[in-house]
C-alpha cells in the first residue's frame, strides 16, 4: 500500500493478474492512495494478516482508507477506481480467485456506502495501474496490449 | 510461418539474469567461496541450469545415467568447469534487444521461472509429494521455450492475441495455430536438444497439458499447477495473459481444494521474498 500527497508522485503497482488493485482520491486536498491485494478474505490466515494486512482485501482496503484520511482525505470526496480481478480461461471454483477479490471489494463497499467510479475487472489480461497525485489520473497498462485511463 | 527449426539451431547458449550473474560473478572473484554458497545463488537462474544441463548430459561426458539438477550437475563437472560456465555466460543479450514480441523483459521469465520453482515446493509439501530436484529443476525451465519466442516472435504476436480475443483460444493453442507449435514443443525440442533427461523434457512439452502425461507421472501436473499460480500471481505474464486453461481434474487428482491454491500464494510470497533477500535485489 502506498499512500500520498506530493503532487510530483505517481504510484504505479504492476502486474495484477488476479490480484486487485484499488485507487482513491480526493481532488480537494490531492490525496491519494494505492492498494494492491492478492486474496479475499483473511480468514485464511490471521497471522500473516497481522504481519501483513495488505495481502488481503478485508484486512487491506480499510486501511487504505484510513491512511488517506489522516492526509486530509475525506470519504465523501474519495474517488475510487478498480482493476484487476482476471481469470483464468474455462475456470472452475478452484481457480476464480479474480473473481472472489472482487466480490469480497463488492462486498466491503456495499456495506460501507462506498461508490466505484471507474473499473476495468476481470477478463484474461494482465494490468498495471498508476495513479497520478497531481490530477488523480489512472493509467492502466495492459500487457502487450497497451494503455487506457480508467 | 517462422521457420522454428532455423531458430532452434541457432540457440547456443541462454543469457542468465543480470543479478543473479553479477551475484555470482562477485562471489567467484573471492577466493573463499563455496559451492554452496554459489549454488544458493545459481539455482535460482534457469539459463545456467539448463547451461549446466546440457553439458553434463553432453555425449562428451558420456554419462550412464542422465543427470537432473544443479547439484548432481555439479558433481559431475567440478568447481571450476562451473566457474566456467557461470563466468563464460553473457548478459549482453539483455540489453541489445530493443523489445520483446511477447511483452516480456528478460526479468519476467526470470521472476515467473524462480516464482514457479518456489511454488512448486510448497505444492510438494501441501499435496505430500517429495521435493526432489527434478521437480525443482523441471519447473525452473518449464518456460524455456518462451524465452526464445519472446526474442523471435515478432509481427505473428498479433496474430496470436488476436484468436485469443476474438476466437476463444488458449494462448497456447493459439501459439499452436500461428506458429505450427506452442512454447511449449519449442521449449521440450531445446531440451531434446540438449540431451536433457526424459521425465524433464516431458513436463516442458506437457506442461500446459498436463492429461496427456502417464498417470504415474508426478512432475508434469505438479509443473503445470506451480505454472498456472504463478500466471494468477500475473508475475511473468505478458500479451498472453492469463489465457490458458484452469484444469479441475489436477486440483482433484491431489485432493486439493480452491482455499489451498490461496495458501500456496501466501506461503510464496514469504519464499520469493527470502530469494531476494539472497540475490539482494531490488522491487
Known amino acids: ?54 495481502m488481503f482485501a478485508n484486512t487491506g482496503i480499510p486501511v487504505l482508507f484510513k491512511s488517506c484520511f489522516k492526509l486530509g482525505a475525506k470519504k465523501n470526496r474519495m474517488i475510487v477506481r478498480v482493476a484487476g480481478g482476471s481469470q483464468l480461461m474455462d475456470q472452475s471454483e478452484f481457480f476464480n480467485i479474480g473473481k472472489r477479490n472482487y ?22 489480461v494482465n494490468r498495471t495501474m498508476s495513479l497520478n497525485i497531481k490530477t488523480g489520473t489512472v493509467t492502466l497498462k495492459i500487457s502487450g496490449r497497451g494503455e487506457v485511463v480508467l | 510461418m517462422i521457420d522454428m527449426q532455423n531458430i532452434l539451431k541457432k540457440i547456443d547458449k541462454l543469457p542468465p539474469f543480470p543479478a543473479v550473474y553479477r551475484k555470482a560473478m562477485q562471489l567467484l572473484q573471492k577466493p573463499d567461496t563455496s559451492v554452496d554458497a554459489l549454488i544458493q545463488v545459481i539455482q535460482y537462474d534457469q539459463a545456467i ?9 553432453s555425449a562428451y561426458y558420456g554419462l550412464q545415467r542422465k543427470i537432473h539438477s544443479l547439484r548432481d550437475g555439479l558433481v559431475v563437472l567440478g568447481n ?31 521472476k515467473s521461472a524462480i516464482s514457479s520453482a518456489l511454488i512448486s515446493q510448497i505444492i510438494c509439501k501441501l499435496i505430500g509429494v517429495a521435493e526432489t530436484p527434478t521437480i525443482f529443476t523441471a519447473t525452473l525451465l518449464h518456460d524455456l521455450g518462451k524465452m526464445v519466442l519472446n526474442d523471435f516472435v515478432w509481427e505473428e504476436n498479433e496474430k496470436i492475441v488476436q484468436l485469443v480475443e476474438e476466437g476463444g483460444y488458449s494462448f497456447e493453442e493459439a501459439e499452436q495455430n500461428v506458429l505450427g507449435m506452442d512454447h511449449a514443443e519449442v521449449g521440450a525440442m531445446i531440451a531434446e536438444q540438449w540431451s536433457f533427461p526424459e521425465d ?84
Open chain 1, 1 to 54: 500500500m502506498k499512500v500520498s500527497n506530493d503532487p510530483d508522485e505517481v504510484l504505479v503497482t504492476y502486474s495484477l493478474g488476479s490480484c486487485i488493485a484499488l485507487a482513491v482520491y480526493d481532488p480537494v486536498v490531492k490525496v491519494g492512495g494505492m492498494i494492491h491485494y492478492m486474496l479475499p478474505d483473511s480468514n485464511l490466515d490471521k497471522q500473516k494478516a497481522k504481519e501483513r494486512p495488505f
Open chain 2, 49 to 57: 541450469t539448463a547451461n549446466v544441463l546440457r553439458m553434463c548430459n
Open chain 2, 200 to 283: 524433464i523434457i516431458r513436463a516442458i512439452r506437457l506442461h500446459h497439458s498436463p492429461e496427456k502425461a502417464p498417470e504415474d507421472d508426478v512432475i508434469t501436473p505438479i509443473v503445470y499447477l506451480s505454472d498456472i499460480a504463478t500466471i494468477m500471481l500475473g508475475i511473468g505474464v505478458g500479451s498472453d495473459g492469463l489465457s490458458y486453461r484452469g484444469k479441475e481434474k489436477v486440483m482433484k487428482r491431489f485432493g486439493l481444494k480452491e482455499k489451498d491454491l490461496e495458501r500456496v500464494m501466501v506461503d510464496f510470497y514469504e519464499a520469493y521474498n527470502n530469494v531476494q533477500r539472497i540475490l539482494s535485489m531490488d522491487e
Open chain 2, 80 to 110: 571450476n568447469q562451473l566457474m566456467e560456465i557461470v563466468s563464460g555466460c553473457t548478459v549482453v543479450d539483455f540489453y541489445q534487444k530493443k523489445g520483446h514480441g511477447y511483452g516480456l523483459e528478460r526479468g519476467d521469465l526470470w
Open chain 1, 103 to 124: 466480490a469480497a471489494l463488492r462486498k466491503l463497499f456495499w456495506r460501507n456506502n462506498v461508490m466505484i467510479k471507474g473499473e476495468d475487472i476481470g477478463g484474461n
